[in-house]
Every structure is written in structure tokens, then in C-alpha cells.
């Protein structure tokens, strides 16, 4: 096993006054990159300053009115006996209340206002009045009148205690104040007390307690907390699961962590699994643990995720399909998979160094997370599909078909966008003994620990709308250290350039720089923007003999609003040889890249039985046509009308 | 509107002794097609009779023993008082005992014994005694002690009357007896007395009542069941049925049915209600209903049936998807939707005369609905998938793919398969005022009215197998009449011989021969039995760049056991421009045609990022195979491995 240590990486316990990311790992932790902390990160324009600041300055104020008027807070102060009625919503409603303190705390980093976190406070002491004399917080049990722990397939208990440990790690990280983290404390030691080996083996249905009781034990030192995250971790797997009318595979609990090849089951379950056996993994130097997950992100990118990045391809179970089972119209793409992938990939990107997690998060960020938000910052897919047909608009029933919503009865996904935006500072570089790594690119500085001392630099770009992306040394000590920026997968002739000099970037690796560095030394990373025309692996039936088109990290989509009149999408084909054009909006959708290609529109007249002999089918005759494309994200922000990522060929 | 009326179709009220089919218009009705009563029809060989013995001598008593254990019975004991407990099941239970009632009827037609009598007049006991004084019976209701038709959008209360009502019906027709029929009625008259116009304006969230009711009308010439069908057709559709966590469209209660232009929602209920307003529509000669339901049904052929014939693409909710929506490997097609289809077309096909309704009922029969059953006949598929990978196998949560089960949770679909093979006779040929039709093909005979008298022949065929249908007069009375054979659509180039002399048969209509016939006449029809690679409209994304095999009616699946060594079905592709073979070998899965054709199996040794710039992925390499395929009902009897309906083209 290789441990790298590094002299800024925390020590456990030692974090009090310091603020941080969301991922510390340790000193003594087994992990390749250490996060830069969020506070040493900042992002000041571009798509994420734009998206972030709608977030603080929107979508959090909106989310903790939802809280208010969906029954969350309501819950929990009848819990406190501070007011009367009965529990709503369903089993999970407390942790809407602490992905939303989350999301706060990470958002009063970016712009402190006292009004945030006076909001923080009274909502803080909300929850800590909820809380029973020997530590236990479940709102809904506590209302309902259920046994404690006793329906833990499905009451969420263990779920909603790791977003509020998440929580209370933030709230102390950003703002210095303690009063979640001592609310966590007493639940964090009941749960000690209640399940490990030598208590309980129950297991909460929904992994999160696992990554957030690590999280916890990195702030506070009790070791308890990680070895009861091992314990859960290793107690997954064994069959005992079934709930709710789910089997076991659901609840990532059909296959020992240890023993397993690839993802299935609920894909959030299964993601933040991933995520919190990756924490384990770094925190113990578990180095059989962390080939195991290796192996199954890798068994998730190459067969069970969609081009945008998004996770679990069917509606029924919110789960994973078999391995290529990735139709575009019955996407599932819960948005919340799309964020457990991302803190996932981050994890494993800290253990192994290796950039195709920082790839892998990347295509999520842009693509199948962003798409999550609407422009406007206070509406929100829970199901991300990848195509929308024309008669699709007739039946409410089907969630995204009728656009973002402001809310939704299972509200998982809008706070956890908001706390995913909130600190995505934290994501972005990392260090190691040689020096530092830049994962994403977005314009910003970046303050750092290099060998001899600290160093800050600017990175100047407009990606993901272009290439080029210059950093520029502010400050450096008189040391020698490396820089590294990530190359991604897709940027095959890529180019680096430093003080004049060219030098190549192999794609999929880091472009590194070593030397000493100077106040106004830059280096210009140049990432090919050509507009790249897709095709899936043959065994992804459902999109065979169809392209998407990428530029960059973005993936596109074909709009019906764009289309000249009379197009309709689902007639559209695509020349991927033909010529393209590329060209940035300032004026559309909050500014955006719109792509257009060459194509053909089909005649669709027939309506009737749709299979005949081969070769048999009416000729295809229609005319050629421009296809207009958006990127992904920002789809469904002009009403709601047909869309499709995959296009036929011509 | 055309209204053709026939000496041999009963008056309502009139059928008391008389045996007949499960749909018998009265003689107003309004159809151009009047069923060949059910005991006129015998199937002596072939894949229905052997289907059909297995189903008596297996099914239905195993049914018998599936309603003790899973408690149906218990359900109506309790609730008669004479044992005691608490209801089992979800509220839809008393319709599996009705259903299998109703099977055990049709299985009395077959085959008259007197232990199947004895179980009928048992099971009939237990259900009378469980009705209450005023008529109601809902023994889930009347044990939970839930308000009488409280929740009636998921309660299923109508929906349970309806089967009884069915099963009463073929009760009187084919065994005479009165006890279920007199219950039936008692009920009947409880819901006249409180829905309707005049009464409560509810509707069951699940049609099934409507043709129920009309059948009952149709047994007992009581005119107030025909309007209440009536009146539950024309209340749907206002948006008012939301329950269990669903939307009106759900429940088809999104649009009236006068004015919806397709089916959506959960496919069952859609087609159920699409038999029952047809019912009505026949019965009251209500022409602009009729029109709707020819649209309706049109469009669900055109764009949201599988090839099997199956209906319903979405796990969730188990509805129809949008047009051009049918993936095969998350297909749902549940096998109570294909049989729904059948009854539904069933009623078309006699309002209408169009050929296309029997078109489709056959598709259905032979392939959707058929691979519900296993051939031993005792093992049941809910979900009908199309498409099993190799990697599917491991998740136990997933139903088709570890094959059929002996019952279910949620038992609809394994009595559903038993009434429907059972009353199979009553679905293959009707008369008009000219002669006799003859839609569905099986070796046995047909005794009918025809102008003058009553004509008796027998059909002699290896049909699905052999393309040559023999039709020998063996009684006829001294008159002209018209023989009428359907060629279906698929069928270009059949022949029709009449005593040595040719004639041409075109396809998707019927071939005619008018004459004075004698006995020893004889008639072959001539079906090109080649094999067919048959490709999907392009708007079908899914399977786009695939093809299918079909031969004569019936759609093959290329399963895992019947390849080479060392073939994988997910690696397979077909050359539909190469030779094939077609054998009949009666050793393999109680006798079946076997294709095979010529392919490639390419080699997949990749499991890395599926998307790769278009023409850029790995060459695909392999080797040039045989492809083997069998007929898609008879998949999943040889243990459960990978399977596929469509495959890649070379």
C-alpha cells in the first residue's frame, strides 16, 4: 500500500477552528491527493460562479421555505413539543432539513451573510430540540410512535443521521459554530453504543451513514465513528434486507462489498455505498477494500452509465440495469446519483490519483448533475431523461416529461443539488509531496501547500465553452514543485504550453509541470474544442446506429425550440461527416455553446403496424436540414418540449 | 351504421340453457360478426389442443390448490363467518377465485368431469356465503372494515364484481347451473341500486365491470347492467381518480374515452375499458363509439405494441409508454395486457368484420399471451421481457428473468391464462348472413348456422407450423353460402384451392368461396411459411439496426441454450440476406418449428467507457456462425439463461 502523507493534511480532531471541504481525510489517511480546502478555492465567473450564485442567492432561501411549508421543520418541532400534530411526509423528511444546513453552511463560505446564518442557528436549534435525552433524533419515529431501529430496511434512521453528521462537519467547518456538531456527537455515540459488532448488526436500507460517521470521526477523532463505518460496511451484503416490497439487491445488500464486481440495486444506495467504502477504505488503509471498488466504478462507467454521466436506467427500483441497459427514453438519472457519483468518484480519485475519476466527475458536474437545476435556480429534475418525444407531453404522470419542479414529495434531490453546488469548491484541485493538481477548470484561484511553502495562483478560462486555460503564479515560494492539470479522456491533441514552449498533453493523464516557480510564470493548457460526434458500444441496443454530440466536457441535446419551424426532433437525423459549427450565446440560456450539424429531416407519415419485412419499410425521403443543439444541462429552461440526446445517423 | 342481425344470435335473457361462448351479442347488437357458439368449436390437435389439455389437467387444478393456500378462499370463509382470521392479499383477491371459476367453466366445456364440477359448485358455495344480505361482496372490504366502495379508485371492488360476473356467465353457459349467476346477479342489482346517472358517480379505478356488465345483460336480459356499463364508460376520463400514489392517466381516467385518440396509462386497465366500451358500443349500436375505439385501437398497434403482441413498455406503472416507446429488455408486456388485447380486438373484429382485429388477436395468442404459460402448465410469467443479457441473471428482484412462477403475490395474470386457453374455442370463427368466418386456425371442427340450415366441417391443419389449412364440408344443408378464410397480413402470396381450381388470396382480408357446398368439399388455404426478417419502423429507437424472425405467426427468440458451444446470445448477429432453415422437430419443447439462420458473433473483450467518437470504436471482429432461433412462447422451459427477440443485423 502506498500512504503518502502531507504536512497540511489534518490531523483528526485538529480541524475545529479550520474550515475545510467536505472530504479531510486525515493525516495518517491512505490516500494519494489531499483536497485543497474549499476556503482556498475560488471560483469567480463562468458557468459555475454563475450557477453557485443563483444557488446561494435563490435556491437556498427557496429550499428553507420548502422546509417550512412541506412540514420538515413542523416535524420536528412537534417532536420537541414546541407545537402539535402529527409527522408528515414520508419516513426520510428530517434529512431534507440537514442536506438544506449542509448546503447553508457550504454557501455561508462562499458569501457569509448574517442573515444565513441566523438562519442556520434558529433551524440548528430546531433540530437540537428535537433531540432525545440519550442522543436518539428521528423525528418521524419519534412521532410515529415506531421501535426505535426497529423497521431500519426502510425508516431511513441511519440515513437521516449521516446527513445530519454531514451537516454538523460543515456547519463547523464553515462557520466556527458547534452546536450541530454536539447534536451529532450524542447521536453519533448512540449509534456506537446501539449497533457494531458487539451490538446490533442491523443495517439501514439506505447507505450515507457510512461516508458521513467517517466524515465525522476526521472532525472530531473519535475513532469509534469510523470503526462503526467499517462494521456497516462489512455487514452489507449478507441477504437480510427485504422492505418496501425490495429484495435485497436493492438495497445493496444481495453481494458482500468485498465480494462484489459492479454496481446494481438503487442506484443512490449503491453510489453512496461506494462512496462511504471508499472513506473506509482511505481512513484504514484498507488496500483489498479499495481494489474491490475500483473494479466496480470501473464495472460502472464501462457498462451502467449514460454519456451524461447519469446513474440507474430504470424507473422501477430507481435501480441500476443490467449491464448496457441504457435506453434514453426510460432514463431514470436520478439526480441524486448523479451527486452520489460525483462524491464517489472525488473519493477515489483522493485514494488513487488516477484522473478518470476526476473524468468521470467532471462528465457528471456538467451533464448529468447540472441538468438537475433549472436556470433560475429554484426548480429541479428528480428524473433526468435523455429523450422526450413529441406525445410525450400528454401524460403528467411521467415527472420529467412536464419540466423541473420547485419541490417534490420525495424531496431528496433539491437540497442535495443546492449542498453539491454549495461546495463544489472543494472538488476542484488537490495536493500531494510534489505539488498540486488542478482536477477542473474554472476561473478562480487557488491557494495551496507545495513543499517550502504555500503557493497561490490564478486560472483564467472560458471552459467549458473553450480550451484554453492559463494559470497564472501569483505566488510561490522558493521551491521547486510540480504542477499538474488534469487532461481529460476525450482531449486527444491537447497541448501545454509554459513560457512559450510547447510541449504535448497526453490525453486521460495529467499534464505536469516541475520546476520553481515565479510570481507571473503561466502555463497555457489548450484542450481541443472540436465538435466531437459520438457512437455508443454496440452492446448499448437501445441508441444503436444513432450519434450524440460532445464539445469538450459538455454533452448536447437537440431541443425542439431550436429546431426551424416545422422540424419536428423525433424526425431529425445527423451527418456526423458533415461540417458543424460551434458558436457561443451570450444572450441564450444564461450564455451557452449551440452547436449545429448538418442533417436530414425524415417524413413520418405512416401510423400503422410498425414491423415489416427488412428492407421492406417505406423509403425514407425528407430534406436536408440544420440540427441545432444546446448542451444538455441547460435543456427544459424555455418550457418544456421534445428533446433527444442520441440522433439517428443519415 | 350497419346492423346485421342473424337467426342463431340469442335474445337477452334467452341463452339459460343454451351453452356459448364468453361473448354472445344479443340479437340487436349492433355487430357485423356473431361468434360460432364455444361448444361448436372443438380444437383436436395441435399447439392449442395440447395448450389446452395441459391447462385441465394441470392448471386449473392447480389453480384450485393456489386459492386455499394463498388464502382467496380463506378471505370469503372469513368473511362468511364460517372460519375466522384476517384478510390475506391485496384487496383485488376474490377476483382470482372468480377468474379460475370462470376458467374452470370454460375447462367444464372441454372436458365435463365431475370432480371439476364438484370444485365449482364448492368454490361457488364459498362465495355465496359470503355475500351480505343487500347484495354486496367485497370479503377484503367486508374484513378490513373499510367503508363499501370508499376508496373505490383503488379498491378494486368493481373490478373484483366484474370477473364475477364473467365467471357466472360461463358458469350457466357451460355447466347450467344457477348459483353463481344468482350471487352475480344479487350484486349486480347492488351496484344498479347505487352508481349510476341517479347514484353515486365513482368509478372503480380499474375497469373490468363494463364488459362484465354487458355480459350479464347479455345472459339475463336485464337492460339496467348494459346502462351502468354505459354510465362507467362515460364517467371516466374527468380527472378524478388519483390514488396509490398515481395519476388519472393511470386509471384512463385522464381523458373521456369519446375523446382520447390513443391508450396510455396502465395497460391492463386501458384495455380492459377498451373491451368494455366496445361491449357498449355493440350493444347499443352506438357508432361514433365505435369509431373512437377503431382509433384507439389503431394507434396502439401502430405505435406502442411489442411484436409479440404484447402492450405496456413501462415497469413503472405497468403502462403503455409513449408512441414508439418499446425497448425489449425492459419490457413489461404483462401477460394480463396481451389477453386484455385479445378480448378487446375479439369485440372489433365482430363490430367491425376487419380482418386486422384477428390479426392481432393471433399475434397475441401465439406470442405474447402464449409465453405467459409454461408447457408444463403450471408456471406463469407476469412480465413478458424480450430481451435477457448474460448479466441479467444475478439480481433475483427482476421477475422474468429468473422465469415463470408457480403463482404470485399479485396473482392476476396465472388465472387470467386459464380462462382465457379454456374459452380459446370461443374465439375462432362466427358467422354473418352470408356464411361462416374462420379466423384462427386448429385442427378440429366447426358446427354453424348458415343460411338454411347448419353446416359442419373440419379444418385439418399443422398450422402455426405448416402453412396448409384444409377445410372439409362434412354437413350442409341445400343453400348458397360463403366460406370465408382469413390470410393475414403477413401472408403475401397465399393461394386458395377450391376442388383443384387456384385462386389468389390476398393478404390482411378473407378468401371468399361462395357455392352451394356438399359434404366431401373441400377448401385449402396455402400460407407462405418462409422465414421472415422483419425490421422495425425507425421511430422504434430501441431496435433500431436490428431484425427480427417471424414464420407464419409466429415470432422466434434466439435463446442462450439452443447456440453453439461458447456462443453468447448478447454477441450474436443476423444476416438477413442468408439462407435459412426451418424444421419442425417434435422432440424439442413438446413440438416446435426450429430456424435457423446465418450470423456473426462478434467478439466483445472491451469494458471500458462505452462512447467513443463515431467510427472509432474497436473493430468489430468474429467469426461467422449459425444462428438458431425457437418460437418466442416457448422460451424460459429449459431452465433460464440469456435470450433476445431482436438481434443486430451483419
Not at 467504502?277 to 471498488?293: M, S, T
Not at 464517489?344 to 466527475?361: C, E, F, N, V
Request: with cysteine; net charge negative.
Amino acid at each position: 500500500m502506498t500512504t503518502t502523507t502531507h504536512p497540511s493534511a489534518p490531523t483528526p480532531g485538529s480541524s475545529q477552528s479550520a474550515t475545510s471541504g467536505p472530504v479531510a481525510p486525515t493525516s495518517g489517511a491512505a490516500c494519494r491527493l489531499r483536497p485543497v480546502p474549499l476556503e482556498a478555492v475560488s471560483i469567480t465567473g463562468g458557468v459555475w460562479a454563475a450557477r453557485r450564485q443563483i444557488n446561494g442567492d435563490v435556491g437556498v432561501p427557496a429550499g428553507r421555505e420548502r422546509l417550512e411549508s412541506a412540514g420538515n421543520l413542523d416535524n420536528l418541532r412537534i417532536a420537541a413539543g414546541t407545537t402539535s400534530g402529527t409527522a408528515r411526509g414520508p419516513v426520510f423528511m428530517d434529512s431534507d432539513v440537514y442536506k438544506w444546513l449542509e448546503a447553508a453552511a457550504w454557501e455561508y463560505a462562499r458569501h457569509p451573510s448574517e442573515e444565513l446564518l441566523a438562519a442556520q442557528r434558529e433551524v440548528t436549534a430546531i433540530v437540537a430540540a428535537a433531540q432525545q435525552p440519550d442522543g436518539y433524533l428521528d423525528s418521524v419515529v419519534q412521532l410515529r410512535g415506531g421501535e426505535r431501529y426497529g423497521e431500519l430496511g426502510w425508516s431511513h434512521e441511519h440515513y437521516c443521521a449521516g446527513h445530519l453528521f454531514q451537516a454538523a462537519v460543515a456547519q463547523v467547518r464553515c462557520t466556527g459554530e458547534r452546536g450541530l456538531l454536539e447534536v451529532a456527537v450524542r447521536l453519533a455515540d448512540h449509534l456506537v453504543r446501539t449497533f457494531g459488532e458487539n451490538g446490533r448488526h442491523d443495517l439501514d436500507g439506505h447507505p450515507e451513514v457510512e461516508t458521513a460517521l467517517v466524515e465525522l470521526y476526521r472532525e472530531t477523532g473519535n475513532r469509534d465513528y469510523l470503526e462503526l463505518a467499517r462494521f456497516f460496511v462489512d455487514a452489507r451484503g449478507q441477504e437480510r434486507i427485504v422492505a418496501y416490497g425490495r429484495e435485497p439487491a436493492y438495497f445493496s445488500d444481495r453481494v458482500p462489498v468485498r465480494e462484489q464486481t459492479t454496481v446494481e440495486g438503487h442506484a443512490v444506495r449503491a453510489v453512496y455505498l461506494g462512496a462511504g467504502a471508499a472513506d473506509v477504505a482511505i481512513e484504514l488503509g484498507d488496500d483489498e477494500l479499495l481494489r474491490v471498488l475500483e473494479r466496480q466504478f470501473a464495472a460502472m462507467e464501462a457498462t451502467k452509465t449514460y454519456i451524461t454521466g447519469g446513474l440507474g436506467s430504470r424507473w422501477d427500483g430507481e435501480a441500476f440495469g443490467d449491464p448496457y441497459e441504457l435506453p434514453p427514453d426510460q432514463a431514470y438519472a436520478e439526480s441524486c446519483a448523479a451527486i452520489g457519483g460525483i462524491y464517489w468518484a472525488w473519493r477515489m480519485l483522493l485514494a488513487t490519483g488516477d484522473p478518470r475519476y476526476a473524468d468521470a466527475a467532471e462528465r457528471k458536474l456538467y451533464n448529468g448533475f447540472l441538468a438537475g437545476v433549472s436556470l433560475s435556480g429554484e426548480e429541479f429534475f428528480y428524473v433526468n431523461s435523455l429523450h422526450i418525444r413529441a406525445d410525450a407531453l400528454a401524460d403528467e404522470s411521467r415527472s420529467p416529461v412536464h419540466g423541473r419542479r420547485p419541490w417534490f414529495d420525495v424531496a431528496c434531490c433539491p437540497p442535495n443539488i443546492m449542498r453539491t453546488l454549495a461546495s463544489l469548491p472543494g472538488y476542484l484541485a488537490t495536493t500531494d509531496t510534489d505539488g498540486v493538481q488542478l482536477h477542473q477548470y474554472a476561473p478562480g484561484t487557488v491557494t495551496a501547500a507545495v513543499p517550502g511553502g504555500e503557493v497561490r495562483f490564478s486560472v483564467e478560462t472560458e471552459y467549458p465553452w473553450e480550451g484554453l486555460v492559463r494559470v497564472r503564479v501569483e505566488q510561490a515560494p522558493d521551491s521547486e514543485w510540480t504542477l499538474s492539470m488534469r487532461v481529460p479522456g476525450w482531449a486527444e491533441g491537447a497541448r501545454l504550453q509554459v513560457d512559450g514552449q510547447e510541449q504535448s498533453a497526453p490525453a486521460g493523464a495529467y499534464a505536469q509541470v516541475t520546476r520553481s516557480w515565479r510570481a507571473g510564470d503561466t502555463v497555457e493548457l489548450s484542450l481541443p474544442m472540436t465538435v466531437r460526434f459520438v457512437a455508443a458500444d454496440e452492446r448499448v441496443d437501445a441508441v444503436r446506429g444513432c450519434v450524440a454530440i460532445e464539445r469538450g466536457p459538455i454533452v448536447f441535446a437537440v431541443e425542439h425550440v431550436d429546431q426551424a419551424d416545422g422540424l419536428v426532433v423525433d424526425d431529425l437525423r445527423v451527418d456526423p461527416s458533415g461540417p458543424t459549427t460551434a458558436e457561443y450565446r451570450a444572450d441564450l440560456l444564461d450564455g451557452v455553446t449551440v452547436v449545429t450539424a448538418r442533417g436530414r429531416a425524415d417524413n413520418h407519415t405512416t401510423a400503422e403496424w410498425p414491423y415489416r419485412p427488412d428492407g421492406d419499410g417505406p423509403a425514407a425521403y425528407g430534406r436536408d436540414v440544420d440540427v441545432t443543439a444546446i448542451p444538455y444541462f441547460s435543456w427544459a429552461n424555455r418550457g418544456v418540449g421534445p428533446m433527444r440526446v442520441w440522433l439517428p445517423r443519415t
